[in-house]
């Protein structure tokens, strides 16, 4: 588990929105390098029972991609999930989106749609980056994710990030949001491998999204980046 050090940082973060100035968001430092961040209370329980709700009636296993190839391995990854689109619901995910794009700074523009995951007993996620390690895609690699916790699982189903020594925990509400590569070249930052631990009781439900390199201003042009490399 990580220590708590004097470079641990939490504020009220207002992004002097005035909107936010009314209710700022909880946002807690977790590492620099790579940058990941806490956010408590950013996605509420109505939210959460709508889209576990519209999930539970569509799931399927979840599949792991490998060499080239998506398949089914469960010693890799073991899980159920449903992919949403906003115009599934575009009031609740735009409003997410709005949400992320403020504490995120980037663009959802160029976005991947909201992935929803069920862990039941034994659910697992070995240990990965989230960035693309073998080639361009249409609008460039996965810069930022976010994952959106939305269940409490209080003694298990951590996030592990083996690289920083650092876990997080699954505590409904809260969002980990973390930048996947460099920001001068676009390479991936090894310390964004991460995991998700296994279940061991109850149940453990999570959404992602990742965001593209594409449109969002960064001081490298990815189409260059013909080889991505990990680092
Ligand atoms: O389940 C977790 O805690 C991590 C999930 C994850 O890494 C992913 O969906 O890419
Ligand atoms: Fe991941």
């Given at each position: ?9 939490c ?20 590492s ?32 792991y ?24 619901n ?20 160029t ?36 994952l ?20 997080a ?63």
């Open positions: 588990m990580r220590p708590l050090t004097c470079d641990f940082k504020r009220y973060q207002t992004k002097n929105s005035p909107y936010r100035i009314l209710m700022p968001f909880k946002e807690e430092d977790i620099s390098d790579p940058n990941v961040k806490l956010y408590h209370d950013i996605i509420y329980d109505e939210e959460i029972k709508t889209i576990t709700d519209m999930a539970s009636k569509d799931l399927s296993d979840a599949e991609y490998s060499n080239g190839k998506i398949t089914l391995l469960e010693d890799r990854r073991l899980g159920q999930l449903k992919w949403f689109s906003e115009n599934v575009p009031a609740l995910f735009g409003k997410l989106n709005e949400r992320i794009e403020c504490i995120t700074d980037y663009s959802t523009k976005a991947e749609g909201y992935q929803t995951v069920n862990y039941g007993l034994g659910g697992h996620f070995s240990v990965h980056v989230d960035a693309f390690t073998d080639g361009l895609k249409l609008n460039g690699n996965r810069l930022v994710t976010i959106f916790y939305m269940t409490d699982v209080p003694n298990d189903g951590y996030t592990v990030f083996p690289n920083l020594n650092y876990v925990h699954c505590s409904k509400g809260t969002a980990l949001v973390w930048l996947n590569l460099y920001l001068n070249n676009g390479s991936i930052n090894s310390g964004t491998f991460h995991g998700g631990c296994p279940v061991i009781k109850g149940n453990k439900w999570i959404m992602t999204k990742g965001i593209y390199e594409e449109g969002q201003h960064l001081t490298y042009n990815w189409r260059n980046n013909e080889k991505i490399t990990i680092v």
